[in-house]
């Protein structure tokens, strides 16, 4: 489903010249299903060969046929698997230009009563350690072909409260802050970092919260819309952007506006 087939705004078309990845190569961790799997397909549409990671054997291998690549089963909480990760993709294609870093989870528990280690421990490990060890990773195969692009999932839970979800909210603004901090440190090796922040999008993470979502007529983003805006990101030029994708609104990066640093008054 298109973006315009979905009734979402459509993002500017930008990447509409055939196959403006052709010859690039791509990882997409979390690539099984929802957000990845969408993001797996439009990446090889524009021409780019993809090695598609997930814990989801099945799910993975039936992507890696669909866009003619390759599946690795890849836990992004372990650092050696996120280096083992991108030795395949070097082996199988030759180098990495492009690294999704997408796969993430729920975190189902709080801080209070119902704090569960266990729980806190795998989302951390998967929203965060899976950003930062994909990143450290992924970055000697970029650098080995002069820069390329890597794209962190965040959401709109790592620009405002989550009053509901603390936790998911903390791993999220993580991410958004790695990515604004990356973005300017690594533009000088001609490696972009940027993130994507939807909102409630398709993907198996909201599965708990649809009913939810049904009765306050809160509409879901299709998962293609994310992909859109993924591949303009990667297509590109901009670094340490925070893109926000929210239903009927064309997605952008994130103004961080009147933000106080050092030297800087507040309100300038």
Same mark, same amino acid.
């Given at each position: 489903?298109?973006?315009?087939?979905?009734?979402?705004?459509?993002?500017?078309?930008?990447?509409?010249?055939?196959?403006?990845?052709?010859?690039?190569?791509?990882?997409?961790?979390?690539?099984?299903?929802?957000?990845?799997?969408?993001?797996?397909?439009?990446?090889?549409?524009?021409?780019?060969?993809?090695?598609?990671?997930?814990?989801?054997?099945?799910?993975?291998?039936?992507?890696?046929?669909?866009?003619?690549?390759?599946?690795?089963?890849?836990?992004?909480?372990?650092?050696?698997?996120?280096?083992?990760?991108?030795?395949?993709?070097?082996?199988?294609?030759?180098?990495?230009?492009? !690294?999704?870093?997408?796969?993430?989870?729920? @975190? /189902?528990? $709080?801080? #209070? &009563?119902?704090?569960?280690?266990?729980?806190? *421990?795998?989302?951390?490990?998967?929203?965060?350690?899976?950003?930062?060890?994909?990143?450290?990773?992924?970055?000697?195969?970029?650098?080995?072909?002069?820069?390329?692009?890597?794209?962190?999932?965040?959401?709109?839970?790592?620009?405002?409260?989550?009053?509901?979800?603390?936790?998911?909210?903390?791993?999220?603004?993580?991410?958004?802050?790695?990515?604004?901090?990356?973005?300017?440190?690594?533009?000088?090796?001609?490696?972009?970092?940027?993130?994507?922040?939807?909102?409630?999008?398709?993907?198996?993470?909201?599965?708990?919260?649809?009913?939810?979502?049904?009765?306050?007529?809160?509409?879901?983003?299709?998962?293609?819309?994310? !992909?859109?805006?993924?591949?303009?990101?990667? @297509? /590109?030029? $901009?670094? #340490? &952007?925070?893109?926000?994708?929210?239903?009927? *609104?064309?997605?952008?990066?994130?103004?961080?506006?009147?933000?106080?640093?050092?030297?800087?008054?507040?309100?300038?």
């Amino acid at each position: 489903m298109s973006a315009a087939e979905s009734g979402a705004a459509a993002p500017r078309g930008e990447h509409t010249d055939g196959a403006p990845l052709r010859g690039k190569v791509a990882i997409v961790t979390g690539g099984a299903s929802g957000l990845g799997r969408a993001s797996a397909l439009a990446l090889a549409n524009a021409g780019a060969r993809v090695v598609v990671a997930d814990l989801d054997a099945r799910g993975g291998r039936e992507v890696a046929d669909l866009v003619g690549g390759h599946f690795r089963a890849c836990d992004v909480s372990d650092l050696d698997a996120n280096r083992a990760l991108v030795d395949f993709a070097q082996e199988q294609f030759g180098g990495v230009d492009i !690294a999704l870093l997408n796969a993430g989870v729920a @975190t /189902g528990c $709080g801080v #209070g &009563e119902d704090f569960d280690l266990a729980r806190y *421990r795998r989302a951390m490990g998967a929203n965060l350690d899976g950003v930062v060890f994909g990143t450290h990773a992924v970055l000697p195969a970029l650098r080995a072909r002069g820069g390329g692009s890597i794209v962190a999932t965040a959401s709109l839970a790592g620009l405002a409260a989550v009053p509901l979800d603390p936790l998911y909210g903390a791993n999220k603004h993580a991410v958004v802050g790695l990515t604004r901090s990356l973005g300017p440190a690594l533009a000088q090796e001609n490696v972009r970092f940027n993130a994507v922040c939807p909102g409630f999008a398709e993907s198996r993470i909201i599965d708990p919260l649809r009913e939810m979502l049904s009765a306050q007529q809160l509409p879901v983003i299709p998962a293609e819309v994310v !992909a859109d805006t993924v591949l303009r990101i990667v @297509t /590109g030029d $901009g670094t #340490g &952007e925070c893109w926000f994708i929210q239903p009927g *609104r064309e997605p952008e990066p994130f103004r961080f506006r009147s933000v106080p640093g050092p030297g800087k008054p507040v309100g300038v």
